[in-house]
């Protein structure tokens, strides 16, 4: 019972310390807010840029041209040392009557392009790799087997792809660090200044034998409720601003170039990661707030 009175009583001080402390509250919640809409926007481009490379990995091949000496059996043969290769995700036969077609498709009404003979076109294998990383390292493997007389890579940019993937991740990590602990400051200051009023009243609960985790509870609580607020306001100026970022890529024509993610398909995550990211700054930055006071 004694416990449950605990929980009450903290919830009902820090909800009125909430509303006490209107200027001071507002401004806690503005800056909770303004550092999630911060970490928000990073998180999302960094995951946007890494779906984006991720399709593309999905998509890139290389060609390896076979030996046109070479047989049937012989191509089988070869298709299936390329497949045991390390980091080879897939490998497709495409005869050079198949390669013809495809070429021409690109080239329909040019009279030009008609009377090509089959000859002109190699019989080839279309490979796909697992780590695009290694991408020049599978290349250069395939090039070493016998049977390959020549190949084209037009992804063989794909690894500097890798590292821009990367750096947009540890630069998004590195932020979100530094923007939480900023965060953590600036809450932390708030609840000191609200504190420091009723420095006194503390000093009293503590002579009377009050426990630092008694004094301590309704902060917490003022804190957690702050970087509650703080995080439903954040997510819906995220979601409205996202949502513009996605209207003026669609208007612009670049979505053909880089594909946005849709907010419904990740607006629990960033939800879900809003609300512990405020509730742990707040509760977290009013616990090193009281500590002080508590030295009495």
């Known amino acids: 019972m004694r416990q449950g009175f605990n929980i009450g009583y903290f ?3 820090g909800f009125l310390s909430v509303f006490s402390h209107g200027l001071m509250s507002f401004a806690a919640v503005c800056m909770i807010v303004a550092c999630l809409i911060i970490m928000g926007s990073f998180s999302l481009l960094a995951m946007n840029v ?3 490379l991720k399709q593309l990995e999905d998509e890139n091949e290389f060609l390896a041209y076979i030996d046109e000496s070479y047989t049937e059996y012989e191509i089988n043969k070869l298709s299936e040392q390329v497949r045991a290769l390390d980091n080879v995700a897939s ?3 495409i005869a050079k009557e198949e390669a013809k077609a495809a070429y021409l498709e690109g080239h329909e009404g040019d009279g030009l392009y008609a009377n090509i003979p089959d000859d002109v076109f190699r019989d080839r294998l279309s490979i796909h790799v697992v ?3 290694r991408f020049t390292e599978t290349v250069e493997a395939v090039k070493a087997l016998p049977g390959v007389a020549g190949h084209r890579a037009e992804g063989e940019l794909a690894e500097g ?3 821009v993937r ?3 991740t540890a630069v998004a990590w590195v932020l979100i660090a530094i923007l939480a602990a900023v965060s953590l400051f ?3 200051n708030t609840i000191r200044l609200a504190t420091f009023a009723r420095r006194e009243e503390i000093a009293i609960m503590k002579m009377c034998g009050a426990t630092d985790g008694f004094i301590r509870g309704p902060f917490v609580v003022e804190g957690l409720i702050l970087g509650l607020m703080g995080a439903v306001v954040a997510f819906v100026i995220q979601w409205a601003v996202y949502a513009a970022v996605c209207r003026a890529f669609v208007n612009s024509g670049a979505v053909t170039l880089f594909h946005l993610m849709e907010f419904r398909e990740i607006w629990g995550r960033v939800l879900s990661v809003f609300l512990l990211s405020g509730a742990g700054i707040g509760a977290v930055g009013s616990g090193f707030a ?3 006071f508590l030295q009495v």
Do not use: T, Y
């Open 131 to 133: 780590d695009l990383s």
């Open 91 to 93: 490998v497709k036969f």
């Open 166 to 168: 990367n750096a947009v």
């Open 186 to 188: 600036i809450i932390a």
């Open 290 to 292: 009281i500590r002080r």
């Open 11 to 13: 919830f009902k001080e």
């Open 50 to 52: 890494d779906k984006n």
């Open 161 to 163: 792809f890798v590292a």
